[in-house]
């Protein structure tokens, strides 16, 4: 018997197979945040001294590498969160359990909705420990808990978006080491070649020019925008445009790759 | 007994231009175990995995229980139950969080899930350790896992592909059973194997499939009986006598149901030492043999009756042996050319 209720079980269900999986395995939740803790702690020393840059305050509105640099690690944490989001989907193709789903009458689309969710909610578990350490390292958020809730909100969606990447690059190459390493690749490249790490007027003209065809640069901008300045509604809303931009496109790949992964 | 699987004429291509099935075509009785036989690479995991929706055919028909396989895939999906070649369970589950996810996906509710967990853990002997994550289990507790999730809803069919491969003796024994036990409560089973005994112990009736093709189908005793012969070794003493010899291979071919015998001293196929008899009985050869000799008056020295096995159906059919790391044994190809 089929009845509409079944499908967001179907979602809770999944949802809750990959939580699950989240807690039992520690490192899943620490896999993505290494990197991005290594350059809070380390990198904000190491270019304290980038803040002394004559105009950097007025450009970036506060004197602090630390808090101007700290929107970028919440953009990098999404980052290299979401290309962990393919490994879990490669692990279920190569342990067979992904035929094993499909073989029963659970819907295609909650296999990828419950995916997705859990991915969205490892995210925020993240970003909400690198704020606050953050805080302990003395980032302060200027919009307070509201401000800090919008960015968790903007996080969770860049990073839903964001993982279509790796999960559609996992179903196409069905192999944990191909997954790791294409990703990464969108990883640093977008990083740096963003407003995320250097104020824009900062950057190299031609990164300049990339930069703005960057989402990276716009999400970048908007948390940084709620650390330091206050709500610019402005930038926000792009950040959400481009966010919906990349997320329309990784979803649709991906969703397409699902159903042709079942031509194979 | 209705036919409960109809598969005609069923091809699957993989790009460029791999034939991995190849215009099969075979039915499933309602309550049979089925089982297809081959070697890796066969096509058996591909046919099984048209046969539960999880690949599209290139062309050909697959009813199941009289629903199209890809018109009705979801009428499928809730009658039948699969287990996969490689072990399909989440390792940072415990078996019962397995059971229970499984029980979701056919939307049964909570309650019923949480006791058919309890109950399914049971059955395959793993309530003992079932609060535990599956990857800490053997290999052959994640199969009896594996077939315990296959089995939430209840599954009219049950799809095994190759259930034991990689297990021990006693593990795959376990798992026998639960099939046969499975089997004897009314649901039908498709398995595939690379097992030969496998095939013969369990299946009904069986197909041996072979670069995607199937190259002989019927129950196992019939497919053995239609190798024809029974082969008899027989060592005489003071063989290295030609006199001997040429003495008992004339007592033996005039043994009414005797069909070939080959003198080892000459070379031949199957050919280890002495004398080897064909014949299409052999418990009833055995005491003529013997009887015959003695009035002969040659003296036997070893005398070894060998059935045929679903191996020389299989060398028989394809002309090579089934298994690659038994290419040791002498080629038996010869099998072929004597009938």
């Not at chain 2, 002997?125 to 535990?132: S, Y």
């Amino acid at each position: 018997m089929k009845t509409k209720l079944d499908f967001p079980m179907e979602i809770a269900a999944i949802f809750s197979r990959w939580v699950r999986k989240l807690v039992r395995r520690p490192t899943n939740l620490t896999f993505s945040m290494i990197q991005p803790l290594i350059w809070f702690l380390l990198f904000t020393q190491a270019f304290q001294a980038v803040a002394n840059i004559p105009g950097f305050q007025q450009i970036t509105g506060t004197s602090s590498y630390l808090t101007f640099f700290s929107a970028a690690v919440i953009v990098q944490t999404v980052l290299t969160s979401a290309l962990q989001s393919g490994l879990g989907m490669v692990d279920d193709v190569e342990s067979g359990y992904l035929d094993k789903m499909r073989a029963t009458p659970v819907r295609r689309s909650s296999i990828l909705l419950g995916k997705v969710f859990s991915d969205g909610f490892r995210i925020v578990m993240q970003v909400s420990i690198i704020i606050a350490l953050g805080y302990v390292l003395g980032v302060q958020v200027v919009t307070g808990l509201p401000g800090i809730a919008l960015i968790l909100i903007m996080a969770m969606f860049f990073g839903i978006a964001w993982s279509g990447i790796s999960t559609f690059v996992a179903l196409t190459t069905r192999n944990s080491e191909s997954t790791l390493i294409i990703s990464i690749m969108f990883v640093f490249p977008m990083l740096f070649l963003s407003t995320a790490v250097m104020p824009k007027q900062f950057l190299a003209p031609w990164v300049q020019t990339f930069s703005m065809y960057n989402p990276v640069s716009y999400v970048a901008d908007a948390v940084r925008g709620l650390i330091i300045r206050g709500y610019n509604w402005t930038l926000i809303g792009q950040a959400f445009l481009a966010i919906l931009v990349v997320g329309a496109i990784t979803l649709t790949a991906t969703t397409m790759m699902f159903r042709r992964a079942l031509a194979k | 007994m209705a036919d409960i699987i109809i598969v005609s004429n069923l091809v699957k291509l993989y790009d460029p231009d791999i034939r991995a099935v190849d215009d099969i075509s075979f039915t499933v009785t309602q309550g049979e175990v089925f089982g297809f036989l081959g070697p890796n690479g066969a096509g058996k995991s591909t046919a099984i995995k048209v046969l539960t929706t999880l690949l599209k055919k290139t062309s050909g028909d697959v009813k199941i229980k009289g629903f199209d396989v890809e018109k009705d895939a979801r009428e499928i999906r809730n009658i039948i139950g699969y287990a996969s070649q490689g072990v399909g369970v989440d390792i940072d589950l415990t078996g019962r969080e397995n059971i229970y996810l499984q029980c979701r996906f056919y939307h049964i509710p909570k309650d019923k899930a949480r006791q058919k967990a309890n109950d399914l853990l049971g059955t395959v002997g793993l309530a003992d350790v079932a609060d535990r994550l599956a990857g800490t289990y053997s290999g052959g507790m994640k199969r009896r896992l594996d077939l315990a999730t296959a089995l939430v809803s209840d599954p009219e069919i049950l799809f095994l592909d190759e259930p034991t491969t990689g297990l021990d003796p006693q593990s795959r024994r376990a798992i026998w059973d639960h099939i046969r036990a499975l089997n004897k409560n009314g649901t039908t089973i498709f398995l595939t194997t690379q097992y030969m005994e496998e095939a013969d112990q369990l299946a009904h009736r069986l197909c041996i499939i072979d670069n995607g093709k199937i190259v002989a189908e019927g129950e196992p005793g019939k497919l053995k009986g239609q190798i024809g012969a029974d082969m008899i070794r027989l060592v005489v003493k003071g063989g290295e006598d030609p006199n001997i010899i040429s003495k008992a291979l004339n007592t033996v071919s005039q043994i009414p149901g005797v069909k070939e015998v080959q003198d080892c001293t000459k070379g031949g196929i199957d050919c280890i030492e002495g004398i080897v008899i064909y014949g299409a009985d052999g418990s009833n050869l055995v005491p003529l043999i013997v009887r015959s000799l003695d009035s002969a008056h040659v003296e036997i020295d070893n005398l070894v009756l060998a059935k045929p096995s679903l191996d020389d159906v299989f060398i028989k059919f394809t002309g090579r042996q089934m298994r690659t790391d038994l290419q040791k044994v002498p080629p038996k190809a010869g099998f072929r050319r004597r009938r």
